[in-house]
């Protein structure tokens, strides 16, 4: 089916485990996005990718790692998960700064 | 630096009611607009947006929003509010031309009474 998924849409882990979450589209959009949706704090960019193999850091980068080695891969990890990272992340992509098309998001709790 | 600003957390109309929610933005080019939708455990979904030309756009569900440059303003409205439209409404806004990175604003939830 075309679209953006992520995947596990629902995990918990303990403090200082390695996470990664998944993001795929079949659309071949250029851009992909990783936000975190906080109470209080909106949306807030953590990594973005303009191309396979390029990405940059966002508004909250510290803590997380993104790879896209594959256009239509762009998975998140949290090295050494914390409390403060418990979050709703989101994935979203977009081509050419037009309209972003988003994921139906992961809710990650850490313990 | 471009910004965003919803000033409204929370609005609350009765169903069937107008809607209008706020959007101003902090920007020196030509933007590109956007206003999105996320309902309860989803992701955002878009609404409508503003590239360039008429600065009155339609989108779906029955909304639109109005560019007006000399307010630096981009307001979502809807003529009858539906139980259905109870959800969290962001604006964006993005560079034309530019940073393919859209700002968003923090939101307003709306809640709908019957």
């Known amino acids: 089916d075309a679209g953006i998924t992520q995947s596990p849409r629902y995990k918990i882990t303990e403090t200082g485990r390695q996470v990664t979450l998944m993001c795929h589209q079949t659309w071949s959009h250029s851009y992909m996005f990783w936000y975190r949706q906080d109470l209080g704090h909106g949306l807030r960019l953590i990594y973005y990718s303009a191309a396979a193999d390029i990405t940059d850091k966002g508004e909250v980068p510290d803590g997380y790692v993104v790879s896209r080695s594959k256009t239509e891969n762009f998975p998140l990890t949290l090295e050494s998960a914390t409390r403060s990272q418990t979050s709703v992340y989101f994935c979203?992509?977009?081509?050419?700064?037009?309209?972003?098309?988003f994921g139906p998001g992961t809710r990650l709790t850490v313990t | 630096a471009q910004s965003v600003t919803q000033p409204d957390i929370h609005i609350t109309v009765s169903e069937g009611a107008s809607l209008e929610l706020r959007c101003n933005y902090s920007?020196?080019?030509?933007?590109?607009l956007f206003w999105y939708v996320q309902s309860p455990g989803q992701g955002l979904q878009l609404l409508l947006k503003?590239?360039?030309?008429?600065?009155l756009v339609q989108g779906i569900k029955g909304f639109e929003a109005e560019f007006k440059r000399s307010q630096s303003s981009f307001n979502l409205r809807k003529p009858s509010v539906h139980w259905s439209d109870a959800a969290e409404y962001f604006c964006a806004v993005g560079e034309a031309g530019g940073s393919y990175i859209p700002t968003f604003g923090r939101g307003t939830s709306l809640i709908v009474h019957p």
């Open positions: 920007y020196g080019a030509t933007p590109y």
């Open positions: 979203a992509s977009s081509e050419q700064g037009y309209e972003q098309y």
């Open positions: 503003y590239f360039s030309g008429d600065t």
